[in-house]
Nanobody, 119 residues
Framework: QVQLRDSGGGLVQAGGSLRLSCAAS??????IGWFRQAPGKEREFVIL???????NYADSVKGRFTISRDHAKNTAYLQMNSLKPEDTAVYYC???????????????WGQGTQVTVSS
């Protein structure tokens, strides 16, 4: 059974950091992406990486968020620094086979983890 399980969310003050994890089981994904969805808003692209560790970022997170992969553990990590209140959202990891920022092009999704940044 193919699954993605994301975790690591929580409550943090503005300027703080969090690291989210995305553990894959059942297969290895060429592309791992992170998306987020705030209340009343559409799901938006945050960041993605491929097997060669090339990375695409949303402009809103450049310089603050990084993504990495531990291939031995089949796990990806989203390191979030200098967090802002507008980063508050449910964060989802997604697995796919092509580099794309479109959520509808990803095959598998984690269940989501809440990130709340207080001002």
């Amino acid at each position: 059974q193919v699954q993605l399980r994301d975790s690591g969310g929580g409550l943090v003050q503005a300027g703080g950091s969090l690291r989210l994890s995305c553990a894959a089981s059942g297969r290895t994904f060429s592309i791992i992406g992170w998306f987020r969805q705030a209340p009343g808003k559409e799901r938006e692209f945050v960041i993605l990486t491929d097997m060669s560790s090339s990375t695409n970022y949303a402009d809103s997170v450049k310089g603050r968020f990084t993504i990495s992969r531990d291939h031995a553990k089949n796990t990806a990590y989203l390191q979030m620094n200098s967090l802002k209140p507008e980063d508050t959202a449910v964060y989802y990891c997604a697995g796919g086979s092509k580099v794309t920022t479109r959520a509808d092009r990803y095959d598998y999704w984690g269940q989501g983890t809440q990130v709340t940044v207080s001002s």
